[in-house]
């Protein structure tokens, strides 16, 4: 689960916190992920973003003019994804019109221009994620790109010395090209001097990240993990609650062994059909809405655009359209395809 005070922090589970209600229509919307870009300067194995030919930006100069409305709504937190945010040309006015309507900012981002925008992101973001898939060279190989783990160390160098009170998290995708190294990925993260390391497993099944018409059965085989696999992944577990146990208790990893197993292990065993998926608990749908680059709103990452907010006369006017009611009155998490898969459930509760 996630709490919101004063920032999304993944908990142990151990608090004893009810989810946020799933309240309709809404009027209260604590988390906003906008994409401020539509392009990423990562070729990832497992994210076609970086193949997408639009340089798509949301203006700063619009952010400022729906800020009344997200305020009206209750955002406190906007999540800058994409794409790379940091590719944005006006990043920094876009982050100055939200800290000023005192909406915190957290950044997700390869990592890559961290160096170069360290002053920048410190001032603005009090919460940064960056990808990390492996050691050195596992993460270069699964980025594509020449010493991206290099960069990246510079990068969260950079951030700390400017500012160490910034949390600097990082989240591993487990495929096939690392599921051998979550020991190594934990290990990574002490060396870069990271806060915290989460593990997710890879989406493999939606349209959700580039991807318009899915993935065929060639491009699933690379990424996801095959029958033989799943012991090794099962060793891998074994040793990482052995000698991180210490990194479990303190909540530097931060999922639970059992939460780890059921992300990982028992998504990709259910994937091959071999197992039911993990049940999900979500309320991304009632507490949060993604703006794509071009401005189509999602209710979450992964299901189909509401609307485009360009075309619309509010944002609320989208979450609360009569075609929308209906289909959150309709979602049965339990059966929905996309659910039933998803790889990033939320389910934000508050202190």
Excluded at 229 to 255: C, N, V
Aim: net charge neutral; aromatic share 6%.
């Amino acid at each position: 689960m996630t709490t919101l005070q004063p920032k999304p922090t993944p908990t142990s589970g151990q608090a004893n916190l009810a989810p946020l209600p799933r309240v309709d229509p809404i009027t209260r919307l604590p988390i906003l992920i906008l994409f401020p870009h539509s392009h990423c300067n990562c070729r990832c194995l497992m994210c076609d973003i970086w193949r997408a030919t639009t340089r798509d930006e949301l203006a700063a100069a619009d952010v400022a003019r729906w800020l009344d409305e997200w305020q009206q709504l209750g955002v406190r937190r906007v999540v800058l994804s994409g794409g790379e945010a940091l590719m944005h040309s006006h990043l920094w006015d876009l982050c100055a019109h939200l800290q000023r309507a005192g909406i915190g900012i957290t950044l997700l981002t390869t990592g890559l221009l961290l160096a170069r925008h360290a002053a920048q992101v410190v001032a603005y973001c009090d919460d940064v994620v960056v990808s990390l898939d492996g050691p050195a060279a596992v993460h270069n190989e699964i980025r594509n790109i020449p010493r991206a783990y290099e960069k990246l160390a510079a990068g969260v160098a950079a951030v700390k010395a400017a500012d160490a009170r910034v949390t600097v998290t990082g989240r591993c995708t487990v495929q096939r090209a690392n599921y051998r190294q979550m020991r190594a990925v934990v290990a990574a993260a002490h060396e870069l001097g990271l806060d915290r390391i989460s593990f997710l497993a890879a989406d493999v099944s939606t349209d959700a990240f580039n991807r318009p018409l899915g993935w065929d059965d060639a491009r699933v085989v690379q990424v996801a993990l095959a029958a033989e696999d799943l012991p090794l992944l099962a060793q891998e577990l074994d040793a990482l609650e052995t000698e991180f146990a210490a990194d479990f208790a303190s909540g530097y990893i931060a999922e639970s062994q059992a939460k780890l197993r059921r992300r990982i292990l028992h998504y990709y065993t259910a994937l091959l059909g071999q197992a039911d998926f993990p049940r999900v608990s979500c309320n991304a749908p009632w507490v949060s809405a993604v703006i794509e680059a071009d401005g189509a709103v999602r209710p979450c990452f992964f299901q189909p655009p509401l609307g485009n907010i360009y075309q619309a006369p509010s944002l609320t006017s989208l979450l609360n359209s009569p075609t929308t009611l209906a289909w959150r009155a309709g979602l049965d998490m339990e059966r929905d395809a996309i659910c039933r898969k998803c790889v990033c459930t939320l389910s934000l509760r508050e202190s």
